[in-house]
């Protein structure tokens, strides 16, 4: 067997993703969809490097041949049924278990039960703190809310896997590292109320609280999702590099909580960095890989230049569309199988180590880094 063979079979564990959407969906949906812009753009996301990929890889899964345009796609897709094209598409991608974050525009998307169901593939659940924070500060007094929080994340470090941070999207990475104190909690908690007395949003946005929210999660033990680099028009990309985390990893090293960077493009190799020199710090490049379509096997291969193999992970940060889920699986396999051909060309692996990397890559290290059990059967 051919290391790229292998890798056409290697089980994944995707640790981080979303659901899906089902029911009726409109060409407007869809389409942007395959973007992170806020608007679709009238189906120019199909002519994209993740559109080629749809047209092509995943047109062959739902029975139409490479390269259709657009329209047949969208007839097919139409023709099939949401519900039956994710199950063709869930099922190609060979992902063998999801970690799914439920905590944006989760009442759009298939359920983690529902994507259990229908993926047939074990489904674990990632709680967002912010989402923690906001369910909980309309119905409390301020003096309430801490205790309140503390059961609440007490409650989900028992049923999810881990936790999710989008400090990055409501403020930035250059956040202040330090725990903050009682008083400064309280003081933020009075300014939130009140801006939402006023008719603000029940949207968490002072650092103040989501660093009181990282801080009692690190307490709790459970593995710490953060946000890096490329996302949606909500970012500021410049304090969206995860060096400027830098002093909060040094404070949390020894806490014996693991730290995942998410996405991490373009700061790849600033992420790399962050794994090597800290312990308890790992990275996947999933989002930039699926929306880069083939050329996203250079951000695999660039992956690969100085993080330890034990501390990459894979993901796909899929939502609301199955055709996510396969590209990303499909580019992820073809970069690592290109990457480590060529080493293996090269005679610097030998094919048992070009395996177990695989292996641990897709798979392994996220169950040992999340605490999970079980293969990847």
């Known amino acids: 067997m051919t290391i790229a063979d292998f890798a056409a079979v290697t089980p994944l564990l995707d640790h981080h993703c979303h659901g899906v959407m089902l029911g009726d969906v409109t060409w407007s949906q869809f389409a942007s969809l395959l973007t992170e812009a806020d608007q679709s753009t009238s189906g120019a996301e199909l002519d994209s490097p993740l559109g080629l990929m749809v047209r092509s890889v995943c047109a062959e899964v739902l029975g139409l041949p490479r390269h259709v345009s657009a329209e047949d796609y969208w007839q097919r897709r139409q023709d099939l049924g949401s ?5 063709l598409l869930l099922d190609a991608s060979g992902i063998g278990r999801y970690l799914v974050d439920t905590g944006y525009r989760g009442e759009e998307l298939t359920s983690p039960a529902e994507l259990q169901e229908i993926a047939h593939r074990p489904v674990n659940i990632i709680t967002r703190l912010e989402h923690v924070a906001e369910d909980i500060i309309v ?23 881990g936790f999710k941070s989008i400090v990055a999207y409501r403020y930035g990475l250059d956040f202040d590292p330090t725990d903050p104190s009682i008083r400064e909690v309280t003081q933020a908690l009075d300014r939130w109320k009140a801006a939402i007395g006023q008719g603000g949003q029940v949207r968490l946005t002072d650092p103040v609280l989501m660093r009181f929210l990282l801080w009692r999660a690190i307490r709790l033990g459970r593995p710490i999702q953060f946000h890096v680099g490329y996302g949606d028009s909500d970012i500021r990309l410049h304090r969206c590099d995860p060096s400027q985390m830098t002093d909060f990893l040094h404070l949390t090293e020894s806490s014996g909580t693991a730290i995942a960077l998410l996405h991490c493009y373009p700061f790849i190799r600033e992420a790399g960095i962050l794994c090597q020199v800290f312990p308890h710090v790992y ?17 695999v291969a660039e992956s690969l230049e100085l993080v330890p193999f034990t501390k990459l992970l894979y993901a796909s940060d899929a939502f609301g569309l199955p055709e996510i889920y396969l590209v990303g699986a499909h580019v992820w396999r073809a970069g690592m199988a290109r990457t480590l051909e060529l080493w293996r060309a090269d005679d610097i692996v030998s094919a048992s180590d070009a395996e177990r990397y695989l292996g641990d890559i897709g798979w392994g290290n996220a169950m040992r880094m999340y605490g999970l059990g079980g293969s990847g059967d």
């Open 283 to 299: 990275m996947d490049t999933s989002l930039g890989v699926a929306h880069s379509g083939i050329s996203g096997i250079r951000l």
């Open 139 to 161: 119905d409390v007094d301020v003096s309430e809310f801490i205790e309140k929080c503390d059961t609440a994340l007490s409650e989900a470090a028992t049923t999810s896997v």
């Open 83 to 87: 519900r039956e094209s994710a199950r």
